[in-house]
């Protein structure tokens, strides 16, 4: 019996190069986009800095291209504005798909999801 096609809300917190969390849950998103479930993405807190564009790690697998590969699978990507607001960091600066939301986009993501992951 083939299983339904769930929607997850991934949820990052921390920043990206900190932990591994941030890898780890852009790589369980494209694992599950791929097997054809719908992706939610909410960054918060310092993972905002994993939808910062341009980034060029030396030592550590590019979270940046995890999260342009997540995008084009169609993930749908937000990141809390308040977090951007405290932290410096502009609309500008975030890769090309990612938008800033406010805690209602956070709350619209987690009221449509099946299940709710935060990292």
Not at 56 to 70: I, L
């Amino acid at each position: 019996m083939a299983s339904k096609n769930k929607i997850f809300t991934v949820v990052i917190a921390n920043g990206a190069y900190t932990s591994e969390r941030p890898y780890t849950m852009l790589r369980f998103a494209y694992t599950a986009l791929l097997e054809g479930h719908k992706i939610n993405i909410f960054l918060v807190e310092d993972g905002i800095f994993v939808g910062k564009k341009n980034q060029e790690p030396s030592t550590y697998d590019n979270v940046g291209k995890w999260m342009t590969d997540v995008i084009e699978e169609g993930a749908k990507v937000l990141a809390c504005g308040v977090c951007m607001k405290a932290r410096g960091l502009t609309d500008d600066e975030l890769i090309p798909g990612i938008s800033k939301t406010t805690m209602h986009g956070f709350v619209e993501m987690c009221a449509e999801a099946d299940n709710i992951l935060f990292s």
